[in-house]
């Protein structure tokens, strides 16, 4: 086994911070391991061979260096225990290199990136964004400053909770973020990186109930009838939320990504691309109504959402869905509308007036009122088809 202790080397320049570094010695061979710990000697306890506070002390920088020393400590005997279990031979420079490669993988935001690149691989586009706002967020919170997954403790979890409240960010924004992170650590701890502590303990990771928002029929009614014939971009705001509603509530991502090929024998058929389950909607004429209003697409694409083949598809989907998303808010205020009105309101807006028509909760799951989504698909794909077109067909015919 090595030995490892903490070491102070003065500055050779006056009233100047001397630098901390770790002496690993094994096999009677002497190593020094740097860090970037500054202290002046007024900090640092000889006899102790610990950072210490004195009376010109910023006590909060002490204590974290003095925490950051202890995490290395513990990192660097954990290395050590490890090499020697196997029964090989190794260095202290073996010991200084797991070091260094430890701390340039498993820091969070390299470990998160390396995340993010096989989410992506795998195909999981939608899931490797979120996860790339998330760091984006802890990044922005640590002013781009990384740490150590094992030094993540409950006590910064709790300071990004309240970092983020002092913006005026919602909960259920604060908790989506936090329980990526806690899946990050989580799976950090799965793989043997690090040992649990717990840090998210303290801070919520729940999800609360939303307001409703879904709109009745007669407002419905008045954004079908509204004459946006000298605005385009308001008319294809329009029309894309009445599709929408006219779809059953599909999602805006579904429907930007529903190919010509979908639909056939008057049926769409997709796959929820947040769930994978396979649903089938009839294609009625109210909806050939609002797809003859534009040419044909050149793409492979049945809406007029991603025209042109060979650009970035996410890209134009995600520029489209701002675009629709910000006109739709002009168009809440010619209808009278106090909510914020997004192309998910018609998706509500649906599940309301299923129920409207006394359709039974077994079609339609109250107002998409569960606490996941999941739960209402399951509802949804566990009917036979026909059942649910029959109450499209109730719901259309009322507009």
Not at 141 to 158: G, K, P, Q, Y
Request: contains cysteine; positive net charge; proline residues 4%.
């Amino acid at each position: 086994m090595a030995s490892i202790k903490v070491k102070f080397r003065p500055s050779t320049l006056p009233d100047h911070p001397g630098a901390i570094y770790f002496q690993i010695i094994h096999e009677r061979k002497v190593r020094q391991l740097p860090t970037d710990y500054k202290v002046y000697p007024s900090e640092w306890d000889e006899h102790r061979s610990m950072v210490c506070s004195s009376p010109v002390s910023d006590r909060s920088i002490i204590l974290s260096i003095r925490e950051r020393i202890r995490w290395d400590i513990e990192r660097l005997t954990k290395i050590d225990r490890k090499m020697n279990a196997t029964g090989m031979t190794y260095t202290a420079d073996d010991i200084i290199d797991e070091f260094n490669r430890y701390a340039h993988e498993y820091s969070l935001f390299n470990f998160m990136e390396s995340i993010i690149a096989k989410l992506k691989q795998n195909g999981k586009i939608r899931t490797s964004e979120t996860y790339k706002s998330a760091l984006n967020s802890f990044k922005k919170f640590r002013n781009d400053e990384d740490i150590m997954l094992d030094c993540i403790t409950s006590e910064i979890m709790e300071s990004y909770e309240a970092w983020h409240k002092s913006h005026g960010v919602a909960p259920n924004t604060i908790s989506f973020y936090t329980r990526i992170l806690r899946a990050v650590y989580n799976r950090a701890v799965e793989e043997d990186i690090i040992e649990n502590r717990n840090p998210f303990r303290h801070v919520y990771t729940g999800v609360d109930k939303t307001v409703k928002r879904a709109l009745p029929l007669a407002v419905i009614k008045k954004i079908k009838a509204l004459d946006l014939s000298l605005t385009p971009m308001l008319d294809f705001a329009r029309d894309m939320f009445i599709m929408s509603f006219y779809l059953r509530g599909m999602s805006f991502i579904d429907m930007a990504f529903l190919k010509k090929t979908d639909l056939k024998n008057g049926y769409v058929t997709y796959r929820r691309r947040k769930t994978g389950q396979q649903l089938i909607i009839e294609w009625t004429k109210e909806m050939q109504m609002i797809l003859d209003k534009y040419p044909e697409n050149k793409s492979d694409y049945l809406l007029p959402v991603i025209r042109n083949p060979g650009l970035n598809e996410r890209c134009t989907y995600r520029n489209t869905g701002y675009n629709i998303n910000h006109n739709l808010k002009r168009i809440a205020g010619m209808v009278g509308v106090t909510i914020p009105l997004t192309l998910y309101v018609a998706r509500h807006s649906w599940a309301s007036a299923a129920k409207a028509k006394g359709i039974p909760l077994s079609v339609i799951s109250e107002g998409m009122g569960h606490d996941s989504e999941t739960t209402t698909q399951i509802y949804l794909a566990s009917l036979d088809t026909s059942a649910i077109d029959r109450a499209n067909t109730l719901i259309l015919s009322s507009l």
